[in-house]
Nanobody, 123 residues
Framework: QVQLVESGGGLVQAGGSLRLSCAPS????????MGWFRQPPGKERERVAF????????YYVDSVKGRFTISRDNVKNTVYLQMNSLKPEDTAVYYC????????????????WGQGTRVTVSS
């Protein structure tokens, strides 16, 4: 059973930065595409960023383009989400997810999820 463990959340002022990390326990996910999702208070979970198995292809939702960067280190078996120029609307619980597939396509099934890490951006 694979468990994903997120870390790095916290409270930050608008304009600040945070780096989230996600590491699986149980087995390596170096051949899996990974993603970050978030759920703002009172809203549904939404996609944030995806990365393929090698890190050569990434996707970002429009609202975070130019501010967030997803990356991975397959030696360390860790995926990161660097968040810069944070805004109050970025406040959410952030979830890491993994798929058994190496690439993310329309309809990709996310097989593993973390418990989430809370990010709060104050104005």
């Amino acid at each position: 059973q694979v468990q994903l463990v997120e870390s790095g959340g916290g409270l930050v002022q608008a304009g600040g930065s945070l780096r989230l990390s996600c590491a699986p326990s149980g087995r390596s996910l170096s051949s899996s595409a990974m993603g970050w999702f978030r759920q703002p208070p009172g809203k549904e979970r939404e996609r944030v960023a995806f990365i393929n198995w090698s890190g050569g292809s990434t996707y970002y939702v429009d609202s975070v383009k130019g501010r967030f960067t997803i990356s991975r280190d397959n030696v360390k078996n860790t995926v990161y989400l660097q968040m810069n120029s944070l805004k109050p609307e970025d406040t959410a619980v952030y979830y890491c997810a993994a798929t058994r597939s190496s690439f993310v396509v329309v309809g990709t099934k996310w097989d593993y999820w973390g418990q989430g890490t809370r990010v709060t951006v104050s104005s």
